[in-house]
Nanobody
Framework: QVQLVESGGGLVQAGGSLRLSCAASGRTFNMGWFRQAPGKEREFVAAISWSGGSTRLADSVKGRFTISRDNAKNTLYLQMNSLKFEDTAVYYC??????????????????WGQGTQVTISS
């Protein structure tokens, strides 16, 4: 069983930056970040292969967000720059039992963290 714990969320002004972290216990393969704003469905943000060699980003965050991982620390990161009001959401870390397809939808993932709130003030 894999447990995921996110941290790094908070309140920041538009144009600012935040770095989210996700500490994993247990073996993880492909991992990702999703977010959910009030009244909206959970949406894909970014994903990374188990080796870190392949990444995927949602069009809405390309050029602003970077996903990375440190397998020695069993930690996933999401660097968020040039934050916009519409980035406000609860951000969730996800982990897959698979090292195959780097999924961009929730069914690809088997484990989820509890989420961390990111609020951008305009």
């Amino acid at each position: 069983q894999v447990q995921l714990v996110e941290s790094g969320g908070g309140l920041v002004q538009a144009g600012g930056s935040l770095r989210l972290s996700c500490a994993a216990s247990g073996r993880t393969f492909n991992m990702g970040w999703f977010r959910q704003a009030p009244g909206k469905e959970r949406e894909f943000v970014a994903a990374i292969s188990w080796s870190g060699g392949s990444t995927r980003l949602a069009d809405s965050v390309k050029g602003r967000f970077t996903i990375s991982r440190d397998n020695a620390k069993n930690t996933l990161y999401l660097q968020m720059n040039s934050l916009k009001f519409e980035d406000t959401a609860v951000y969730y870390c996800a982990a897959s039992n698979s090292a195959g397809v780097v999924g961009q939808t929730t069914p690809w993932y088997d484990y989820w963290g509890q989420g961390t709130q990111v609020t951008i003030s305009s």
